[in-house]
């Protein structure tokens, strides 16, 4: 076996992968909503908590501001195309090319649907624990371009 199996990866290989990955994270939230049912959206904010302890980010102050700055700069850095932004007391996150639409796409899921909210719930979890303040999206828009908004508690307008 070739240690370096990556450089001989053709585009059909990364398609394989993308569908099985698709496959696999369907599984996962149907699993997911048979067994969890309506606790399924803190189930996920409680997945994004833990992944925030895992990101490389250093908080110097914990609040909503510096959490959506650093949590766009390392999603960047990831190859995302996100973009967010404060309002008030809210958080506006802007997704273009969707990774997780893309999955739906693949899968014949419903775009807004649960993959959509979960993974809007999981991005909530991360910046609640970011930013030490509970945070409730709201999904604006879905499609190929997805935006929602981050309602954070305890935040005056």
């Known amino acids: 076996m070739s240690g370096n199996i990556e450089l001989t990866l053709t585009p059909e290989d990364y398609d ?3 569908t099985e990955v698709s496959f ?11 067994f969890v049912g309506k606790s399924t ?3 996920a904010v409680a997945a994004g908590r833990k992944m925030a302890v895992n990101l490389p980010i ?10 959506l700055d650093e949590f766009i700069r390392v999603m960047k850095i990831q190859k995302m195309d996100i973009d967010g932004r ?12 969707c ?9 014949q899921m419903e775009i807004g649907g649960q993959a959509c909210q979960m993974f809007h719930y999981y991005i909530a979890g991360i910046m609640a624990e970011l930013c030490g303040l509970p945070a409730r999206p709201k999904t604006l828009a879905t499609g190929e371009n997805c935006s929602f908004s981050l309602a954070f508690s305890g935040v005056r307008p």
């Open 16 to 18: 394989k992968a993308f």
């Open 24 to 34: 696999l994270l369907d599984m996962f939230i149907e699993t997911t909503v048979a």
């Open 41 to 43: 959206p803190a189930l």
């Open 58 to 67: 250093h908080m110097t102050e914990k609040t909503p501001a510096a959490a």
């Open 86 to 97: 404060l309002t008030g007391p809210e958080a506006v996150i802007e997704l273009h090319g």
């Open 99 to 107: 990774p997780i639409g893309s999955v739906c796409k693949n899968r």
